[in-house]
């Protein structure tokens, strides 16, 4: 049988099994309109997915992924609880490595349901690990909720801690604020002295531009004000550091975060969340004691997950993408929810890279 | 067959690379009419010349069309995706700088730098409801510059040419361009951000790693880049 064959019948098999499970199989246009997305995403979207236009529904995007459409489905139309498959070919434009496919088939378990989060957590984790034993991957698993936490409940302003959580999924911007958030950086020069000037406006020259003399004023208030206030605290600041530096098993990575909530309690409700996953996890049958978990995890590539996350990665073979990815996206429910929101969580698998390990195992 | 030089077919770029190359004893010259993209060359032996528009040059040296070609970093950058495993830089050759660089208008007092920019796409994504936009024609720099360096809220809109004019009629807010002196920013009331260069751009002959080389090829290829090395 040819490859695509091959993938496409491993695929039809992963979705049946998701079926057989409980899920409604569901499929979306691969044709999407690119505004949410690049809503979403931003810029950066462009980079990693072809768009395309026409005269009638201006800029299409080719599906990157399943999530954002069948989040859209659920929202509009879809009763809560709900548990769907899909199964296709996403897009994903290369600009770097032409070794990395530009499109490639996707099965995907997504869960809508408001009773038991952490019990979600480890049905999707335990389903998409059932389908892939005997490849003998390494899983990480990480928490972006318990990072924002600390963010939400950090001692400043509620204009730094809304900048943090902007840049949470930038890493060196997110460090970079931080770094001057807390007086560790020096402020910029070219700042100091408009902050000194009597009149700042004075060498402004001709006012151009849709960006107004109000938007500009406004923001030398801003400035004005985060100078004034508080620097953030070198104790939250290096608790900060322990809790983005936890690399653990997952018992030893509670145990160091909780350590952690001394100085930053707010993180608490979010340890309680792991703490009850860990359960989930362990009455599910999942060997707890061994699975890995990086508090840093899906920081740069996971941008719309905002709780648990996860991957499966063939250890000794650093050049193929992760086996499967998922995690938990209530936000991105309410992002797409015109004023509701329902907890969710998902992963995707890539039957192609199955097939490439089992060839290799042969 | 012989090596094929591809050279920028017009203006000031073409008048200054055959300038450069008669320097190494090798003349380069326009045949036949004005429209007319022919070329000669004296002063060695088995080199034909190319005149190609120098947005072409870099796909010509990817697909070894040509085996030499001189164009700007900033091209060779933007359009081919891994630009070292397809081309290799023979010399720069001293003239065509040009910086790529982000600017805003002047009376941003607030925005020097590029966290000024990331704050100032913020709070105006928020006021206009709309993503800042930058006008440029170097997309895959901007936007790899700008993701490395954090940026967000921020939209890249195609501009082809006068992209300093886009601020003052309103279908931009910010530039990413070319610019050798900054005179065209400036009279368009623009400045470059302190941290703001994206790319420091020259003329520079580029030899394809790609193209095919029969014996005849190889000798003159490598009696060109002797000459040129002198």
């Known amino acids: ?362 | 067959m012989s090596v094929k030089l591809g050279v920028p077919s017009k203006g000031r770029l073409m008048d200054k690379t055959f300038d450069w190359f008669e320097k190494h004893g090798i003349r380069l010259s326009r045949t036949g009419s004005d429209r007319e993209y022919s070329g000669a060359v004296e002063g060695i032996e088995g080199v034909s010349l190319v005149l190609l528009s120098a947005g072409e040059i870099p796909r010509e040296l990817a697909a070894g069309r040509i085996h030499l070609g001189v164009t700007g970093t900033d091209l060779v950058q933007e359009k081919l995706p891994r630009w070292e495993q397809q081309v290799e830089e023979i010399a720069p050759l001293g003239f065509g700088q040009a910086d790529l660089i982000l600017a805003v208008p002047g009376c941003w007092v607030d925005v020097d730098t590029l966290d000024d920019l990331d704050a100032a796409a913020a709070g105006f994504r928020a006021r206009h409801g709309f993503r800042l936009r930058i006008a440029t024609k170097y997309h895959r720099l901007v936007r790899d510059f700008l993701t490395d360096a954090g940026v967000a809220d921020y939209q890249l809109v195609d501009r082809q040419g006068a992209t300093e004019g886009t601020v003052k009629n309103e279908t931009a807010e910010a530039i990413a361009d070319i610019t050798s002196t900054g005179e065209t920013l400036r009279a368009n009331h623009l400045k470059i951000l302190g941290d703001g260069l994206v790319l420091r751009s020259q003329a520079t002959l580029w030899r394809s790693r790609v193209a095919e080389c029969d014996a005849t090829e190889k000798a003159a290829l490598k009696a060109l880049l002797k000459r040129v090395d002198g």
Not at chain 1, 294 to 320: C, I, K, N, P, Q
């Open chain 1, 1 to 362: 049988m040819p490859r695509r064959a091959r993938i496409l019948a491993r695929a039809a098999q992963l979705r049946a099994y998701f079926e057989e499970v409980g899920a409604r199989p569901v499929e979306t246009p691969v044709l999407q309109p690119a505004e949410t997305l690049l809503d979403l995403y931003g810029e950066d979207i462009r980079g990693r997915a072809y768009m395309t236009s026409d005269a009638l529904r201006g800029e299409l995007m080719l599906r990157p992924d399943f999530t954002v459409p069948v989040v859209q489905m659920h929202m509009a139309h879809g009763a809560d609880p709900a548990r769907y498959t899909y199964s296709g070919e996403v897009f994903r434009r290369q600009e770097h490595d032409p070794d990395r496919d530009n499109e490639y088939i996707q099965v995907g378990y997504e869960v809508f349901d408001r009773t038991d989060p952490a019990a979600a957590d480890a049905e999707v984790f335990t389903l998409i690990a059932g389908t892939l034993s005997g490849l003998h991957l390494r899983a990480s698993t990480g928490d972006i909720g318990i990072l924002m936490a600390a963010v939400a409940g950090l001692e400043t302003t509620e204009a730094r801690k809304s900048a943090l959580m902007r840049h949470i999924w930038r890493p060196r911007r997110f460090r970079a604020l931080l770094d001057r958030y807390s007086g560790r950086a020096p402020m910029p020069a070219t700042r100091t002295a408009l902050l000194a000037a009597a009149d700042p406006m004075a060498e402004a020259g001709p006012q151009i531009g849709l960006r107004s003399r109000a938007d500009i004023e406004a923001r030398i208030e801003a400035l004005r004000f985060d100078v004034a206030a508080p620097k953030i605290s070198e104790r939250e600041m290096t608790a900060l550091e322990i809790l983005l530096a936890v690399r653990e098993t997952l018992p030893f990575a509670l145990e160091r975060l909780r350590d952690v909530a001394v100085d930053l309690p707010q993180i608490t409700p979010a340890l309680d969340r792991l703490e009850a996953r860990i359960g989930a996890l362990a009455a599910r049958g999942v060997e707890v004691e061994t699975l890995e978990f990086e508090a840093s995890y899906g920081r740069t590539s996971m941008e719309y997950y905002d709780g648990f996350v996860f991957g499966f990665y063939a250890a000794t073979r650093a050049d193929l993408p992760p086996v499967a990815t998922g995690g938990r996206y209530d936000a991105l429910t309410r992002a797409l929810g015109d004023g509701t929101e329902i907890p969710a969580v998902g992963g995707v698998l890539r039957p192609g890279v199955m097939l490439t390990l089992e060839e290799a195992a042969r």
